[in-house]
């Protein structure tokens, strides 16, 4: 079976504040793909990164940057010197062989506020 | 270029009544997904569209069905509505069935079930 855990419900921080925003993983796949989308107060997913398994090289993106390891099953997120802009709610997602690549498994996602 | 659109924005039905729910792809898209989000949570898959078929399904009764147009536009239709079926549903597309190509969503239709 699939699964995506994104045990942080809720963060708070301040603006300027660096935040991690965590993805832990579950899959017999050997070949998968991974992905963090943000959902802003409008409803819309916003696609912003997808990683395949073999591909170990963290990602940098102007103020957001990911770090994937296998050996712990994670893919972390992490945003520099947030902005107000940035609150939303984000998800990390999984995309495998056995569910045909044709399905997205969500997280529950983490809620991100950011105050001015 | 016109993104993923979805009609109608919001919905209010009754228990026992059936709802149609209307997606058209991004431009030069071919394949259409569709997800339910309740409240909370994150999206869970429901089925996919391609060439006019669905190719996967997700852990969804028969109550709720779909259908691709030719021009592969979709519908989401759901029926003998239950109080858990209100939630934000998600239409998403993608250039071809496969985890290289990013799906694209559209804003969503909330539907509350009365």
């Given amino acids: 079976a699939q699964k995506v855990t994104q045990a942080q419900t809720e963060i708070s921080v301040v603006e300027k504040e660096d935040v991690t925003l965590d993805c832990v993983y579950e899959t017999r796949d050997t070949t998968y793909y991974l992905f963090w989308y943000k959902q802003p107060p409008s409803g819309e997913l916003v696609f912003l990164i997808r990683r395949n398994s073999f591909d170990e090289q963290n990602e940098i993106s102007g103020r957001y940057s990911w770090n994937f390891q296998k050996s712990t099953s994670s893919f972390n997120f992490t945003i520099t010197a947030s902005q107000v802009v940035d609150s939303a709610v984000y998800f990390c997602a999984l995309n495998g062989l056995s569910g045909g690549y044709n399905k997205l498994i969500f997280g529950a996602g983490t809620r991100l506020a950011v105050h001015p | ?114």
């Fill in chain 2, 1 to 114: 270029d016109a993104g993923v659109t979805q009609s109608p924005t919001h919905l209010i039905k009754t228990r026992g009544q059936q709802v149609t729910l209307r997606c058209s792809p991004k431009s030069g898209h071919d394949t259409v997904s569709w997800y339910q989000q309740a409240l909370g949570q994150g999206p869970q898959f429901i089925f996919q569209y391609y060439e006019e078929e669905e190719r996967q399904r997700g852990n969804f009764p028969d109550r709720f069905s779909g259908h691709q147009y030719p021009n592969y536009s979709s519908e989401l239709n759901v029926n003998a509505l239950l109080l858990g079926d209100s939630a934000l549903y998600l239409c998403a597309s993608s250039l071809v069935a496969g985890p290289t190509y990013e799906q694209y969503f559209g804003p969503g239709t909330r539907l509350t079930v009365t």
